[in-house]
């Protein structure tokens, strides 16, 4: 793709080839066992608890075909242990030769041979805040530390035993007032774990007006001296990962509160507003504040789409809300380019964004003309590669 005016950037760069598409991540369920405080879950019902029907799967394994996906991830907002019959719906997957992926809170004890199937997974991704058993309970209704680490261990034996000399885990760790503390005892039970990277996630969506059994509210609350002590905990936290080879990231909004509260910036940059989008109801958001002429530096709706189990597409995981529909797409290119997809991108390019996507925490802000390259360059390595 050539250079383009700027005048008409947003509408070169927001209707694209559906091969961009690398990542088809398939929420085959929208139930969970689980009821985390901080999650939709519990708080949207309107999205209701869907499993993907036999029907729907297959049309996205049509719709796969020729498609260049590269990276298929089953995963969404429920948990894929928790569908009878699981083991059969993700074996053909294992089979088209793709590097796989899920997401799941491991509280289901699991048996061997689940665990051999678990190990199948190119990558996995288990969540988990704290070393507090009791916390978690409150926090994670339903849930128990003792079941993370027992299906870890189950599941790295597993792929020792079929020949896999390291699992490749990955942890994501959701950060509230009532988890800080202790992020640096989590990061060493990681460490212990032999995972590979572990991810400190932001409040996406803030429920916490809705929950008074526990503080889940967002850490910029809290007063400065607090605010130093929790800094200084993540800070812990990193280093200790690092030190252990272990990769260590955090989200744009958690590193700007971390460099204001240990004198790093003197900019009060974290805002927040209510917002209410389709699936995951009203909520509050925190992100990194925008400047005149800035942006999210958000790429996924150039490379991503998830495929709800109702039949709705996703653009990112910040839950912005269903941009189309893929049950009578009869190829990617309808979904991937629905009209709602294509305004989000020009919003991203021109930095006329909506509420879910300015107050997001997920992404850093970034200069608009610097995104438009950002864009241009990964159509241009995509489209020939």
């Given amino acids: 793709m050539g250079d383009v005016k700027n005048s008409n950037i947003e509408k070169a760069l927001s209707k694209v080839p559906a091969k961009l598409l690398r990542n088809w991540t398939l929420e085959l369920t929208s139930r969970c066992n689980l009821r985390c405080t901080y999650c939709s879950v519990p708080h949207a019902e309107e999205y209701g608890m869907v499993d993907m029907s036999a029907e ?78 009791e916390m978690t309970r409150k926090v994670r209704k339903g849930g128990d530390l003792r079941n993370v680490i027992y299906n870890v261990n189950m599941v790295k034996a597993a792929g020792l035993a079929m020949g896999r000399k390291q699992m490749n885990m990955h942890v994501i760790a959701v950060v509230t007032k009532s988890s800080l503390g202790g992020f640096k005892d989590l990061a060493a039970l990681m460490v212990s774990l032999g995972v590979q990277h572990l991810k400190l996630q932001d409040l996406v969506m803030d429920y916490s007006d809705r929950v008074d059994t526990v503080d889940i509210s967002h850490i910029s609350e809290l007063p400065d001296d607090e605010l130093v002590d929790a800094a200084q905990d993540l800070v812990d936290a990193r280093q200790i990962c690092l030190e252990n080879g272990v990769g260590f990231y955090m989200h744009p909004s958690l590193e700007t509160i971390i460099n204001k509260a240990l004198g790093h910036s003197q900019k009060d940059e974290i805002v927040a507003d209510r917002v209410t989008t389709t699936n995951v109801g009203d909520h509050m958001r925190h992100g990194c504040r925008l400047e005149e002429g800035e942006t999210r530096d958000c790429i996924q709706p150039w490379q991503l789409a998830i495929l709800l189990a109702d039949g709705g597409v996703e653009p990112c995981t910040g839950s912005y809300g269903p941009i189309g529909n893929y049950d009578f797409a009869e190829k990617p290119d309808e979904f991937f380019n629905s009209p709602d997809m294509v305004e989000l991108r020009k919003s991203l390019l021109t930095g006329n964004l909506g509420q879910a996507c300015k107050f997001c925490g997920t992404a850093k802000a970034i200069k608009v003309e610097d995104f438009q390259k950002k864009v241009q360059n990964y159509i241009r390595e995509r489209l020939t590669t």
């Fill in 56 to 133: 729907r799967i297959e049309k996205l394994k049509s719709l796969m075909k020729n498609s260049g996906v590269d990276f298929i991830s089953l995963s969404g907002r429920g948990e894929l242990t928790y569908i009878d019959g699981w083991e059969e719906i993700v074996t053909p997957f294992f089979e088209m030769g793709l590097p796989t992926h899920t997401v799941t809170n491991f509280q289901k004890p699991l048996t061997w041979e689940q665990a051999r199937l678990m190990a199948c997974f190119s990558m996995l991704t288990f969540s988990i805040d704290n070393v507090d058993r």
